[in-house]
T-cell receptor, first 115, second 114 residues
Framework: DQQVKQNSPSLSVQEGRISILNCDYT??????FLWYKKYPAEGPTFLIS?????DKNEDGRFTVFLNKSAKHLSLHIVPSQPGDSAVYFC??????????????FGKGMKLTVNP | EPEVTQTPSHQVTQMGQEVILRCVPI?????FYWYRQILGQKVEFLVS????????KSEIFDDQFSVERPDGSNFTLKIRSTKLEDSAMYFC????????????FGQGTRLTVV
């Protein structure tokens, strides 16, 4: 039951270029979307989020875009830096509309930024 | 910066044994969670806990699992009789408010059942 899908397992980009990470979801009850970054041997770290009432949220080099009609969101990192190399998880929550507060995660995408 | 801490970082146990995974959430947080990630798979929700009771649990969280906040600072996950398929990385998380909009995760406990 893949309610949140990250179809590309990995992405490799050059330092300074844009990284675009994609995520699709199937549950129309999802109300909040988050991106987490995870380094090896560490827990997921919150990066940026977006509410379903918005279509864009920006925080420094990170921007998340939400297309509700397509049930698609993307994370843009500009410019990409070698320290951004990590596994990125897309996650969604059906709270409050769906009443469930749990996070549903995608499988993750490994981003490698080459110097 | 406040953080969620988990102990131990790695636990090896024999099948059928009980294990307790420990977590110290961020002090002013009120909502607590356990997630797990089986190797190569996605992070999965297990349970959420608020006001000293379970607020939501997944189908994974069966009678073999229990959670407790014994002393106001620790938050524990107990697996009564471990199975091989319980081998995973277990993450504790906490958040200030509901909806896990910005839940903070611990570094995880790797549980290996042999």
């Amino acid at each position: 039951d893949q309610q949140v899908k990250q179809n590309s397992p990995s992405l490799s980009v050059q330092e300074g270029r844009i990284s675009i990470l994609n995520c699709d979801y199937t549950n129309s009850m999802f109300d909040y979307f988050l991106w987490y970054k995870k380094y090896p041997a560490e827990g997921p770290t919150f990066l940026i989020s977006i509410s379903s009432i918005k279509d864009k949220n920006e925080d420094g080099r990170f921007t998340v875009f939400l297309n509700k009609s397509a049930k698609h969101l993307s994370l843009h990192i500009v410019p990409s830096q070698p320290g951004d190399s990590a596994v990125y998880f897309c996650a969604a929550s059906a709270f409050p509309q769906g009443g469930s507060e749990k996070l549903v995660f995608g499988k993750g995408m490994k981003l490698t930024v080459n110097p | 910066e406040p953080e969620v801490t988990q102990t131990p970082s790695h636990q090896v146990t024999q099948m059928g044994q009980e294990v307790i995974l420990r977590c110290v959430p961020i002090s002013n947080h009120l909502y607590f969670y356990w997630y797990r990630q089986i190797l190569g798979q996605k992070v999965e929700f297990l349970v959420s806990f608020y006001n000293n009771e379970i607020s939501e649990k997944s189908e994974i969280f069966d009678d073999q699992f229990s959670v407790e906040r014994p002393d106001g600072s620790n938050f524990t996950l107990k697996i009564r009789s471990t199975k091989l398929e319980d081998s995973a990385m277990y993450f504790c998380a906490s958040s200030e408010g509901r909806a896990v909009t910005e839940a903070f995760f611990g570094q995880g406990t790797r549980l290996t059942v042999v």
